[in-house]
């Protein structure tokens, strides 16, 4: 995968007026004490409070029958939009690049969702909604591919991706047994197998970067490992998910785990690993929820530290769209759990918060 031209010589240099956009937009984003307060409110109150912190609440279309919670999740996902936008618009050369390359991730996560919406033949309007665009897809280029009926002429449309045999063997899964999960495990291995091979190309200055990207596979790694064996996988059923080595977890500390007889040996081995303390007193004999939201947590917190040690760089402008699409997801939470009439202590146990 190559969607822009960044794998050449990278050196970063220092961004003083990039640090001080960056510490300037942090300030806004939403505090442990606002969730606190938003807990607390109706949705509508909700949505007073979010536009004057600067999201788009179009109270018209409130008033015009649209529900508070829908209006909420798009003011959210046009905000996570807005920073894209933004970030992209202030820098230039290799930084733009950098961030380019970051928010590509939402093009392959919207292709996906493009895929889902046709296997449950659902409206492209209703897709519309779901889509957040930031990269190199604008909404109306989705709804194009969104019309084609070949996945084949999908995938060469988007010229993210090579078509190259694992991924013509993928579509041809997808459309024989319409196992989405298959070509969409090609499709983030080419992504997230792009960005370890750029992070390859940073000079010194970016370790930092090279660090917060390889904790990421650490986080979707464990996570993809207490998925499958709760499920009964085995090994080699496994290794087929898992992505490059990570920070504290290389593959062969993946194969070990991934050869536990069940979850709760995997976890008990868990608990030996670098991620110990993180996982320690999690209870897994019913749900994964507290395993996937601690090690969210700490990937966040990881990335907060980073942003403070290491102000200079590139690193806290990856560490604030962490940030920013933390709270994006914080919002669209509480909003459908207020909706739903779920109790407020239920979902703050669900918000992700950096310390």
């Known amino acids: 995968m190559q969607p822009i031209d960044i794998l050449g010589r990278i050196s970063f240099g220092k961004y003083p007026y990039l640090a001080a956009r960056m510490r300037a937009m942090k300030s806004k984003l939403l505090t442990r004490i606002d969730y606190e307060k938003i807990l607390k409110m109706d949705l509508y109150t909700m949505a007073k409070f979010l536009e004057e912190r600067g999201y788009s609440i179009d109270e018209e279309i409130i008033r015009g029958g649209f529900k508070v919670e829908d209006v909420i999740e798009l003011a959210a ?38 895929l889902r919406g046709k296997l449950a033949e659902e409206s492209v309007e209703n897709l519309r909604n779901l889509w957040i665009c930031g990269g190199l897809l604008s909404k109306e280029k989705l709804e194009e591919l969104y019309m084609l009926d070949d996945i084949h002429e999908i995938f ?16 041809d899964t997808f459309n024989t047994q319409e196992r989405v999960d298959v070509l969409e495990n090609v499709i983030d291995k080419r992504y997230f197998n792009f960005l370890l091979k750029y992070s390859q190309k940073l000079q010194k200055d970016g370790k930092t970067l090279l660090q917060l990207i390889k904790i990421r596979f650490d986080v979707l790694n464990l996570r993809t490992l207490y998925r499958l064996k709760r499920e009964g996988a085995g090994k080699e059923e496994i290794m087929k998910w898992v992505y490059p080595s990570g920070l504290k977890l290389k593959m062969r500390d993946i194969e070990r785990l991934a050869a536990a007889p069940d979850l709760k040996a995997l976890h008990e081995m868990v608990l030996n690993t670098p991620y110990g303390t993180v996982l320690d007193g999690v209870d897994i004999s019913e749900s994964l929820i507290e395993v996937e939201l601690r090690l969210d947590t700490y990937l966040l917190n990881f990335a907060s530290t980073l942003m403070h040690t290491n102000p200079i760089s590139i ?41």
């Open 156 to 171: 060469r449309r988007v010229k993210l991706l090579k078509i190259d045999r694992e991924l013509k063997e993928a579509i």
């Open 315 to 355: 690193v806290p402008v990856i560490a604030y769209l962490m940030m920013k699409e933390a709270e994006t997801s914080n919002i669209k939470l509480i909003a459908r759990g207020k909706a739903r009439g779920v109790n407020e202590e239920f979902i703050k146990k669900y918000l992700v918060i950096y310390s």
């Open 77 to 114: 996902n046009e905000s996570l939009e807005s920073c894209f936008r933004k970030l992209l618009f202030i820098t230039a050369g290799q930084t733009r690049k950098i961030i380019l390359a970051y928010v590509v991730r939402y093009d392959i996560e919207n292709i996906k969702t493009l």
